[in-house]
């Protein structure tokens, strides 16, 4: 174990999380830590489930004295957001998560931590390995997939669990307890292409250097979109500048905000002795127009980067001319970010969108977005919207995945309880949230009507990035009181 973490571990926290570091586990590649979960269930001889979509389902029966106590399930994800520094050589189909410990803080070397949700893993496992503590009848939810539409809890069969109340552990900031999250739809357009072969130079434009972050949690902090903001500079160089499109490309997931986005571009000329004339006009009108764009993102974007890359001479395969101008027209004007505030909630996203992904591909363009709203009906129109956009210009629109906002509830015995405990131990009460990132509590809530639900988690940021970072004594402090309020919950 890293040696740091032994000096500060508690109750095993940091070992767990540590050891499931170790096993690839992104998105669609959850076989091994599933399999991994099993082996801890076997090996604390707790009833399980392991089912199809590798979700695994612990149960450890209430200790002594505890058996009537309404039980109690643990919730979260195994799989995380698989991102990393650009030309970085980590393969997340085999390597394990290099972990850095820096003050308080512990961060991944070059690539996301997978604290979102490893934490929560960590918590469960060590807490259903600890014998030492006096609880109720403890129910573990452990799902897959969550970053890509939450599939695996929606395949979850919940018929062995007999919980009331369900503890999210899918939080990241402690002293607050979230009790609503919006709901989402994640969908891919798909606009045809044509090509043509024409001669010249081939150049490369790469924008990098942004914010980026999680669609949901950060989609109202003002960063910008990378694959947005290149459309926008193909845009305005088009209007001084005439160029072809060959290639482009943005982004890894549909709910991460992209930080990267390349174009490769042909440039023309009636002789090839002026194609380099052509290249350093170009390249001069470009830094123009970047000066521009880092004035007006001075604040919001402060290390925003352009480089350019000649790739030489030749015969190349570009988009047609009425190809070319259906994809910059959509790149332009496909709506991106906060939609609308809430008129309930100071300061809550109501409805967003984040375009997550965008390819051009030989013969298509595909972009891929996450839709969140916390009401319903916009959600859809936003996605009708896109659907409109979509089909006008010939191409097709298809929702992959949808999932229910978890809605606020006026009544929660569960989060009294909370609050109680909260400020017997620091004298406040707990701050009651909601946000518009999403989560599994609307799906679970569905299969199980009636139960009583909060969300919470210890102090993390930049998560989604390969800024992501856990606080260590946030993660003991809300451990802790996680142990406290599972031995007094009535």
Same mark, same amino acid.
Request: aromatic share 8%; proline share 2%; glycine share 8%.
């Given at each position: 174990?890293?040696? +740091? ?137 452990? %799902? ?21 109340? #369900? ?22 357009? %798909? ?56 290639? #482009? #490309? ?36 470009? %830094? ?45 004007? #496909? ?110 809530? +569905?299969?199980?009507?009636?139960? +009583? ?38």
């Amino acid at each position: 174990m890293n040696s +740091d973490l032994a000096k500060v571990d508690y109750k095993g926290i940091f070992y767990y999380f540590e050891e499931i570091s170790k096993i690839p586990r992104g998105s669609g590649n959850e076989g091994e830590i599933s399999d991994y979960l099993v082996a801890f269930a076997k090996e604390h001889n707790l009833e399980y489930t392991q089912d199809e979509a590798n979700n695994v389902i612990m149960i450890k029966e209430a200790t002594p004295g505890y058996e009537d106590r309404p039980a109690i399930i643990l919730q979260g994800h195994m799989d995380m957001v698989c991102e990393k520094k650009k030309d970085y050589t980590h393969d997340f189909l085999k390597d394990p998560i290099k972990l850095i410990v820096d003050g308080d803080y512990i961060h991944a070397d070059g690539t996301t931590l997978g604290a979102d949700n490893g934490i929560a893993v960590a918590y469960i496992m060590a807490m259903f390995a600890d014998d030492t503590l006096q609880h109720p009848r403890l129910e573990a939810i452990i %799902t897959t997939d969550e970053e890509v539409g939450m599939i695996g809890a929606k395949s979850l069969d919940t018929s062995s669990l007999k919980g009331r109340y #369900m503890i999210n552990l899918d939080s990241e900031e402690e002293g607050y307890l979230l009790a609503s999250c919006a709901g989402g739809i994640t969908a891919t357009s %798909t606009l045809p292409i044509h090509r043509v072969t024409k001669n010249g130079k081939r150049v490369k434009l790469s924008i990098g250097g942004l914010k980026g972050g999680h669609s949901g949690a950060e989609i109202d902090k003002n960063r910008s979109n990378a694959t947005k903001l290149l459309g926008r500079l193909l845009f305005d160089l088009r209007e001084r500048k005439g160029f072809d499109l060959i290639t #482009m #490309m943005g982004g890894f997931k549909d709910n991460v905000i992209p930080r990267e986005a390349e174009a490769e571009l042909l440039i023309t000329a009636t002789k090839d002795d002026d194609l380099e004339k052509e290249w350093n006009e170009i390249k001069d009108i470009i %830094t123009e127009i970047m000066g521009i764009y880092r004035q007006e993102l001075a604040s919001s974007e402060p290390d925003l980067k352009l480089e350019t890359e000649n790739l030489g001479n030749g015969d190349y395969s570009v988009l047609d001319m009425i190809s070319f101008e259906k994809v910059l027209f959509l790149l332009v004007n #496909m709506p991106y970010g906060v939609q609308v505030m809430s008129a309930d909630i100071e300061g809550l996203v109501e409805s967003s969108l984040n375009l997550g992904v965008f390819r051009i591909e030989e013969d298509q363009a595909e972009f891929m977005n996450s839709i969140r709203s916390s009401k319903d009906s916009y959600k859809h129109y936003i996605s009708d919207k896109l659907n409109y956009m979509v089909s006008f210009l010939g191409g097709d629109y298809h929702l992959r995945n949808e999932y229910p906002a978890w809605e606020y509830k006026k009544d929660s015995k569960l989060r009294d309880q909370f609050n109680k405990i909260y400020h017997e131990l620091y004298g406040k009460e707990m701050v009651v949230q909601a946000i518009h990132a999403g989560l599994e509590c609307g799906i679970i809530y +569905d299969k199980m009507p009636g139960i +009583d639900i909060v969300s919470l988690g210890p102090n993390m940021s930049g998560i989604h990035t390969i800024e992501e970072k856990l606080s260590i004594s946030s993660s003991i402090r809300v451990y802790k009181f996680l142990e406290r309020v599972i031995s007094e919950l009535q």
